[in-house]
């Protein structure tokens, strides 16, 4: 069965480290995302792409970036960690129906 | 813009009980998607429900309902006959197909026994 998967699932770094978290999908998707999950938010949008070489801003990515090198992976990259980026991260694939499949997300501390 | 209000913060009811969930959004497209998503407390996103602009019936599946009014720009959903199970946050989104989904802070439901 296709799935989303992400990695790790639990992560804990300090301050001022670079952070890459991993996603991986098997629909063959082109549209991929990454949202962040904080306390009376919701889920709200960090990136997205299109496709392969494609990467749009969502509408909080300042201190986070992606790269897309194939189809299946969207890793999400935090350039120097801070605190204020201590979230869950959901990344997420959507097929031509429209229906987002999430992952089942990354727990990420920043001390 | 597109906003999803779910006014409700957190809702507690017992079981039996029926449970209507509010979504309440705003966009200035003609054409847009509703979802309604259930995050138990085990973490993940659980996909329960897409409709589109152009289709205002109510579904029903199971326990679950959707009622969808464009004149409102509402999208609720109620929960029949509640169950423990059912505790969860739920979030609903909205969708312009295009870019990205737009999601209310979600409504946190408890079911007692």
């Known amino acids: 069965d296709a799935e989303i998967t992400q990695s790790p699932r639990h992560k804990i770094t300090e301050t001022g480290r670079q952070v890459t978290l991993a996603c991986h999908q098997t629909w063959n998707h082109n549209n991929m995302f990454w949202y962040r999950q904080d306390l009376g938010h919701g889920l709200r949008l960090i990136h997205y792409?299109?496709?392969?070489?494609?990467?749009n801003k969502g509408e909080v990515s300042d201190g986070y970036s992606v790269s897309r090198s194939n189809t299946e992976d969207l890793p999400l990259t935090l350039e120097s960690a801070a605190s204020s980026q201590t979230s869950v991260y959901f990344c997420?694939?959507?097929?031509?129906?429209?229906?987002?499949?999430f992952g089942p997300g990354t727990r990420l501390t920043v001390l | 813009a597109q906003k999803v209000t779910q006014a409700q913060t957190e809702i507690s009811v017992v079981e039996k009980e029926d449970v209507t969930l509010d979504c309440v959004y705003e966009?200035?497209?003609?054409?847009?998607?509703l979802f309604w998503y259930k995050q138990p407390p085990s973490g993940e996103l659980v996909f329960l429900i897409r409709?589109?602009?152009?289709?205002?019936q109510n579904e029903i599946s199971g326990r679950y309902s959707w009622n969808f009014q464009k004149s409102t720009s509402s999208f609720n959903f109620t929960i029949t006959a509640s169950q423990v199970v059912d505790s969860a946050v739920y979030f609903c989104?909205?969708?312009?197909?295009?870019?990205?989904?737009?999601f209310g802070a979600g409504t946190r439901l408890t079911v007692k026994p």
């Open positions: 997420a694939s959507r097929g031509l129906d429209n229906e987002q499949f």
């Open positions: 792409s299109y496709g392969v070489q494609d990467t």
């Open positions: 989104a909205l969708s312009d197909g295009r870019n990205d989904m737009r």
């Open positions: 409709r589109n602009s152009f289709d205002e």
């Open positions: 966009t200035r497209d003609t054409t847009y998607y």
